[in-house]
C-alpha cells in the first residue's frame, strides 16, 4: 500500500497529514527516507522519527462531543487544548476526522482506520453532515432559498446546494439545521456571513444518521460494532 495509507492506518495522521511526514523527511523505508507515492509492503521496516511502526493494526472508532475552545488536531505547538486531550486514558493512535473549528462544537469521530477516515472526508463521497446553527435576528424566506441554492464565500468559491430548515425563531434568533455534503473550511460560517448573518452558535449534530444522543458536551465514547458497520457503508 502507499505510504500515507500505512501512516493513516497508524493513526499518527491523516492521509494528508502523512503526506506532510514523509516531505519532512520525517518517514525511512528499510532505513531510506521515503517518497511521496512510495509503496510499503508486509516485510518493509517503517520508522517515524526513528521508532518502528508495527504492520499489525487494531482499529479503534470513537465518538467525542466536543466543545468549544479545542483545536481538532493531535498536537499543537503554541500550546493550546486539542481535542486529544478529552479522549480516556489508553486510547491509541487515533486522529480526528474532519475538523470543528476552534469555536464549532459538536460530533467529531476518532479513529486510526485511514480507509474509513478518507470515506468519511472525501468531497467525492459526498457524506452528509448537519449542523444547528443560531443567527441573531429572522431569516426570510428569500434568504433561506439563496443559501439552499448556494452562495459565493470566496471569489469564484460557490457552496453547493443543501439542505436548510427553520426549527426555532423569533425576533431575536433562528435556529436552523443545515447540512452539508462538502467540508470546504468555515463553510457554514461563510455562507452565513456572505448573506449579512454571522453565525452566534455553530453545532454538528449528525454524520449521516449518527447523532450525540446521551453524549454530554466534552463526554467521549467508543463506537458500536454497527455503528462502524453503517459509517463504512455510508
Do not use: W
Amino acid at each position: 500500500m502507499r505510504i500515507n495509507k500505512f501512516l493513516a492506518e497508524q493513526g499518527v495522521a491523516s492521509r494528508r497529514g502523512a503526506d506532510e511526514l514523509v516531505a519532512e523527511g520525517r518517514v525511512t523505508i528499510n532505513g531510506k527516507t521515503a517518497k511521496a507515492g512510495d509503496d510499503v509492503g508486509a516485510d518493509d521496516a517503517v520508522m517515524l522519527d526513528g521508532k518502528l511502526l508495527s504492520h499489525k493494526v487494531k482499529y479503534e472508532y470513537y465518538l467525542l462531543n466536543k466543545p468549544k475552545g479545542y483545536l481538532c488536531t493531535v498536537f499543537d505547538d503554541k500550546g493550546r487544548k486539542t481535542v486529544m486531550e478529552l479522549l480516556p486514558a489508553g486510547v491509541g493512535r487515533v486522529v480526528p476526522v474532519g475538523r470543528l473549528d476552534y469555536d464549532t462544537e459538536g460530533l467529531l469521530i476518532l479513529t486510526n482506520d485511514g480507509d474509513l477516515a478518507y470515506r468519511l472526508t472525501a468531497p467525492q463521497n459526498e457524506i452528509p453532515k448537519t449542523y444547528l446553527v443560531r443567527v441573531e435576528g429572522t431569516v426570510t424566506p428569500n434568504l433561506l432559498n439563496r443559501l439552499r441554492a448556494g452562495v459565493e464565500i470566496e471569489p469564484g468559491v460557490v457552496t453547493k446546494k443543501c439542505k436548510i430548515n427553520v426549527v426555532e425563531t423569533d425576533k431575536a434568533y433562528t435556529k436552523l439545521h443545515v447540512t452539508l455534503t462538502e467540508g470546504k473550511n468555515r463553510e457554514i460560517r461563510k455562507m452565513f456571513e456572505a448573506c449579512g448573518k454571522p453565525v452566534a452558535f455553530l453545532k454538528r449534530i449528525k454524520v449521516g444518521e449518527l447523532t450525540l444522543t446521551g453524549l454530554d458536551r466534552g463526554a467521549c465514547r467508543k463506537l458500536t460494532p454497527e455503528e462502524v458497520f453503517y459509517l463504512k457503508n455510508l
